[in-house]
């Protein structure tokens, strides 16, 4: 804790004045001009409290000392044991620069925004909760010194033609970042990562007072090949501003082409407003970037709200469907079917994002925390890299072919005294709108002699739609059970997709089989519906899912 030389109350470091100040006597001082704290900036180290949850035993770091009673990790409200250790210092850090006053303000107006949100999320009292807390981050300087040749495509009217470009590249990258915090989500950090490094401060301890710090535990190596990778695509970026007229070819590895080297990685610490609900056994987070006020949330989806929704919305249809003529079951089994056809394709694609989310795919600093992630991910590396090898390779002799082939038509034309292009052009002129006319032919053709536009659609109802549905209904399963499986996700994924599958096939072979009796179509349709509402409960089930996380544990970490 840091004294008011007025009172010898703590004092705090005060957002909108950028000063550290006493809340008692009104004092206020900048941070390089208190006493106490310019002793501390000749120091490496610094004193801080280690916060632990006894829950999910999650660290969190504070320079004041009285006891926290709210884990921003699980969510738990208990008191946190405190411990008083020495701690090297980070070397930067972006202040606080936007107060809990705005940053309340811009996520009351986002959860607003989003639809059908439940009033938890909304609520005056829970979004006093958010805590201001600076979280760990890499930064990566990285040089560039090279004379690579890089290889493009040159369009010049109908010309395309290989060329070779020779550059001189001497760039030094600063500030390329990454969260050091495995618990800190990387699909909740790249969000709000717009952080302006303009602002970066060489770190003071004052700068932490009234606020807490995340704990850093991803290596440093971690991320080292993501940074020279970074600085290698902005460099390409900057290549291909400057040549618009120029296709680039894929650089088979850039970090050698442009000899990229990461000249220093240091620690830095970034402001976060930081939310946490807990509902059982899962937890979500909202976030707000401190300097920009970028806001990152999971918003699940209320039920009670969406069935409310629903149920208003399906008035003034169930009054048009009055005024209908009856349809024939035909096409009302039909219908269900596109809608069951609808539902499938939505569950597919929730299913993925659920799996990935909850095998932790897209995040590397959670990934590589354990030591069985960092061998999965250097086995996994391996393999990318054979695979990209053998792509370049692949590459270059389709581009030495091409050159050789090009260089033949050259000398053909040539004789010829034709241009290049001549044949596409042909194709181009000639063929394609030969082909188009065919089809228009072919389909006024048929529709004046031999079917009626009825029986055309009777086509589509009873071949078309069923036969790509039982495709579909195959496929999916398929798919989703290979990924889940893979991730070790069955069990929780399953059952509903197989349903949902199931009555969309058996109303497809009804369609097919066309039976004479309408009893057929209507039980068909039931099946349908009810597949249709299994499924829709599970999407919306697994939506609001993979809006939260499981509790995080940190007791079966090591390195914390
Ligand atoms: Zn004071
Ligand atoms: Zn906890």
Same mark, same amino acid.
């Given at each position: ?123 005056? *009292? ?269 590459? *270059? ?6 050159? *050789? ?156």
């Amino acid at each position: 804790m840091y004294r008011c030389s007025g009172c010898g109350a703590g004092m705090r470091y005060d957002i909108s004045s950028q000063k550290m100040k006493c809340d008692y006597c009104g004092y206020s001082c900048t941070v390089d001009s208190h006493l106490q704290l310019q002793k501390e900036a000749m120091r490496d180290d610094y004193e801080v409290t280690l916060f632990s949850c006894p829950q999910c035993g999650g660290v969190i770091r504070s320079t004041d000392n009285a006891a926290a009673d709210f884990c921003s990790y699980c969510g738990a409200s208990v008191v946190l044991e405190g411990q008083l250790v020495n701690e090297k210092k980070p070397a930067y850090i972006i202040p606080f620069s936007r107060t809990k006053e705005e940053c309340k303000k811009v996520f009351k107006h986002r959860a607003n925004r989003a639809w059908c949100v439940p009033n938890a999320y909304k609520n005056p *009292e829970k979004l006093e909760k958010f805590t201001g807390i600076y979280m760990p981050y890499w930064v990566y300087d990285v040089n560039q010194h090279a004379e690579p040749t890089l290889q493009g495509i040159r369009s010049a009217g109908i010309y395309n033609e290989y060329c070779n470009l020779n550059f001189k590249i001497n760039r030094n990258y600063k500030w390329i970042s990454y969260d050091a915090a495995s618990g800190y989500s990387d699909d909740l950090s790249d969000v709000i990562s717009d952080y302006d490094s303009k602002e970066i401060k060489e770190f003071r301890v004052g700068y932490l007072s009234g606020f807490y710090a995340d704990s850093p535990d991803v290596k440093e190596v971690t991320y080292l090949e993501d940074a020279a990778l970074v600085s290698c695509d902005m460099t390409l970026a900057a290549a291909k501003e400057k040549y618009k007229n120029i296709i680039f070819e894929e650089v088979f590895d850039p970090i050698s082409t442009f000899n990229a080297k990461v000249e220093n990685a240091k620690m830095a610490l970034f402001p976060v407003w930081f939310l946490t609900w807990r509902d059982k056994d899962r937890v979500s987070y909202a976030v707000v970037n401190g300097q920009t006020l970028n806001t990152a949330a999971d918003f699940p989806v209320s039920l009670s709200k969406f069935l409310i929704f629903s149920f208003l919305l399906a008035i003034p249809f169930a009054v048009l469907f009055c005024y209908i003529p009856s349809i024939p079951p035909k096409i009302t089994l039909w219908i269900f079917l596109l809608v069951g056809i609808w539902a499938m394709l939505q569950n597919n694609s929730i299913a993925m994002v659920y799996i990935n989310r909850e095998s932790h795919m897209m995040d590397k600093g959670l990934l590589l925390s354990t030591e069985s992630g960092w061998k999965q991910w250097k086995s996994d590396q391996k393999k990318k890299k054979a695979r990209e090898k053998k792509k370049a390779e692949h590459a *270059e002799r389709k581009r030495k072919k091409e050159i *050789e082939k090009s260089s033949k038509t050259l000398n053909a034309a040539d004789k010829q005294e034709d241009s290049p292009g001549c044949l596409s052009i042909f194709i181009l002129i000639i063929v394609l709108p030969c082909i188009i006319s065919f089809i228009t032919f072919c389909i006024f053709d048929s529709l004046s002699k031999s079917y009626t536009s009825d029986d055309l659609f009777m086509i589509l109802v009873q071949r078309v739609t069923p036969v790509l549905a039982i495709i579909l209904a195959v496929v999916m399963p398929i798919k989703i059970f290979w990924k889940a499986a893979r991730k070790k996700l069955l069990r929780t994924i399953f059952l509903d997709t197989l349903f949902l599958s199931g009555t969309v096939a058996a109303a497809s072979v009804i369609l097919l089989e066309r039976p004479v009796k309408d009893v057929f179509y209507y039980i068909g349709s039931l099946t349908v519906f009810a597949g249709i509402l299994v499924g829709y409960l599970a999407i919306f089930q697994r939506f609001n899912l993979s809006c939260s996380r499981p509790i995080p544990d940190y007791h079966m970490r090591g390195n914390r």
